[in-house]
């Protein structure tokens, strides 16, 4: 037992859970933990808004596999990370918040700078626990990470109020915690397996749809060592993106409502889906009856509650992707399944791939979001990693740019939070120093978010942020476009600002490239240059999004054009 303050105690629990990088913004009610950290090697990379904090712990978390670390103050501290939290739980990314809190003696009495933020927390994280005496810390710390970290991953908040952290206690460390009632199941079960592997070798059309938890449990070979036994084309759902390499002949694109023309139609088609580790959003599934309604569904997800949540199954195996997938590998080589590559299947995945090519637009004088997207990808290393904004830049990433490796494209996939890309893109920098990082953003979205910059240049965690500026909130403007008869409201943004001279107010450098070439250059030379960049890229404020499903339809009725 070594005698240490609430303070001292939490930053060598820290330690202990091997955090190098914490993002945040202090402020009254957290001093003496800052206090504490100024004797220790931890990095503390300064936001200019907790949004971004969270933002940058989950963009770490995410290009990492590893647990991010944010923290702020009490009150309005607390409550700026919440969209953070709230982003980064909903996509099962392990981040670990930390808030001061006023102290306990004065917990209710409308104090300064008092909020109720486990009240605030409770519905947007895995879990969250106010700290009540200062020998608590090491355990609550503990906690917080094996929970953020293990099953199905999430946010956890840690709330520490001021005395809390200034009280001199006796502290033990333990080595592992316990939560009644929290199992995490990881080892699926044979006969769930064995009923799937049966169903899987009997398919005449099996497809695989892979979700962002074929990422978390590092199981991209396992996947497409499957999808080759099977010769199944595989889709993958926003979070999934990545999973397999978008140029192996069996990946067919991400489904849903901006899916691909050959994903979404083969769903339609496919016998047999296997989905593995997809929340099956809305977004994805499209009108729910509708989606795959000739196949026989079988969910893979270690999270036990997902099964039938929202798509019907057949059977289900609930587990770790990779223990799942290689055991459902090992019995299909049992049973001898020689899948042919040669099939009539595989010629109808070639055939849809052929056919909804996107035609390329003529006559317009505008460089065009996918053109942007291919100008990217030509100009990037195979494992630079895209972070995206919302919106119509974050589909045309998602539809036009090749990922070739898990993580390396990042995005909000469950809340769609604006602002998210760009500070998320500091965090995975911070993680992966080595490769490019490259937030694709809509003028709107970064807006929300950049005065983060400040921290991308003075932190030296360089990055480099191409904008697709329609001085439009696009997506919006799309959506009024196509189904509200052009009444455009609250939509056009304008001009202002010029974000060539916002870079530089910033100590950045801001260009605005006039062709796809151009654009190309800019890039090669951000990179070569290590500095954080913004490419302003003019685009037409007309142009929309295709393919789409036009809200509250069916998969296969995407529309191609307006
Ligand atoms: C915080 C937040 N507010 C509002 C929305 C609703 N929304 C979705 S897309 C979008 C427009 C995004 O515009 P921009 O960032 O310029 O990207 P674009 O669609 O033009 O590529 C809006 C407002 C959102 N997703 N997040």
């Known amino acids: 037992m070594t005698r240490m303050s609430g303070a001292e105690a939490f930053v060598k629990a820290l330690k202990r859970e091997g955090v190098e990088t914490i993002f945040g913004l202090p402020g009254g009610a957290i001093l003496p933990i800052c206090d504490a950290l100024y004797d220790s090697d931890i990095r503390f990379i300064l936001a200019r808004h907790e949004q971004g904090a969270a933002h940058m712990a989950d963009g770490y978390a995410r290009a990492s596999g590893r647990v991010g670390v944010c923290l702020a103050t009490s009150g309005p501290g607390a409550t700026n990370l919440v969209t953070g939290i709230a982003t980064a739980n909903i996509d099962s990314s392990s981040v670990v918040a930390f ?134 084309p595989v889709a993958t759902s926003l979070m999934g993106k990545g999973a397999v390499p978008n140029d192996h002949p069996l990946y067919v694109g991400g489904c849903g409502m901006h899916g691909t023309g050959e994903a979404n139609t083969l769903l339609a088609e496919a016998d047999v889906l296997l989905v593995v580790g997809a929340r099956l959003s809305d977004r994805t599934t499209g009108l729910v ?131 998210w890309g760009f500070p998320a893109a500091i965090g995975a920098k911070a993680a992966r120093r080595d490769v490019p990082v490259v937030d694709i953003a809509g003028d709107g979205s970064f807006a929300m978010t950049e005065n983060n910059l400040a921290t991308s240049v003075e932190e030296e965690l360089p990055v480099i942020v191409v904008i697709l500026n329609n001085r439009m909130l696009g997506m919006v403007a799309q959506w009024q476009r196509l189904f509200y008869g052009r009444r455009y409201f609250g939509v056009e943004l304008g001009k202002a600002p010029d974000f060539v001279k916002l870079a530089e107010a910033y100590g950045a450098v801001g260009v605005r490239p006039e062709s796809l070439e151009e654009l190309e250059r800019e890039i090669r030379r951000a990179i070569e240059a290590d500095q954080t960049t913004v490419i302003d890229v003019p685009i037409d404020p007309e142009e929309n999004v295709f393919p789409m499903v036009p809200p509250g339809k069916g998969l296969k009725e995407f529309i191609m054009e307006a």
């Not at 460390?173 to 199992?183: C, T």
């Not at 397996?193 to 099996?206: F, I, M, Q």
């Not at 055991?327 to 042919?340: F, H, K, V, Y």
């Open 99 to 232: 808030t001061g809190q006023v102290p306990i003696p004065v917990i209710g009495t409308d104090a300064f700078q008092e909020v109720d933020i486990i009240g605030v927390s409770a519905s947007v994280t895995k879990y969250n626990i106010q700290v009540r005496g200062a020998r608590d810390i090491p355990w609550a710390v503990k906690a917080a990470f094996y929970l953020a970290s293990t099953g199905r991953k999430g946010a956890v908040l840690v709330d520490i109020p001021k005395d809390v952290q200034t009280s001199v206690e006796d502290m033990e460390f333990p080595e592992k915690v316990s939560f009644r009632g929290y199992r995490v199941q990881e080892e699926p079960d044979p006969r769930e397996l064995d009923w799937a592997s049966v169903l899987l070798s009997r398919a005449k059309r099996p497809m695989i749809l892979a979700g962002g938890g074929v990422i978390s449990s590092n199981a991209s070979r396992e996947l497409i060592a499957l999808a080759e036994a099977l010769m199944a």
């Open 289 to 419: 009856k509708e989606f795959s309604p000739n196949a026989k569904v079988i969910h893979v997800d270690i999270d036990r509650s997902e099964i039938d949540k929202n798509v019907e199954t057949v059977t289900r195996v609930v587990g770790d992707a990779k223990l799942a997938l290689t055991g459902l590998l090992e019995r299909l080589r049992r049973i001898r399944l020689e899948a042919s590559g040669d099939s009539e299947w595989v010629r109808r995945i070639n055939e849809l791939r052929e056919l909804y090519i996107m035609p390329e637009a003529k006559g317009n004088p505008h460089m065009r979001g996918p053109e942007v997207m291919r100008a990217l990808r030509r100009s990037l290393p195979r494992d630079a990693i895209i972070t995206t904004e919302v919106g119509q830049c974050q589909m045309w990433a998602s539809l036009y740019f090749d990922s070739y490796a898990p993580r390396t494209f990042l995005t909000s996939g469950g809340l769609g939070t604006m602002g």
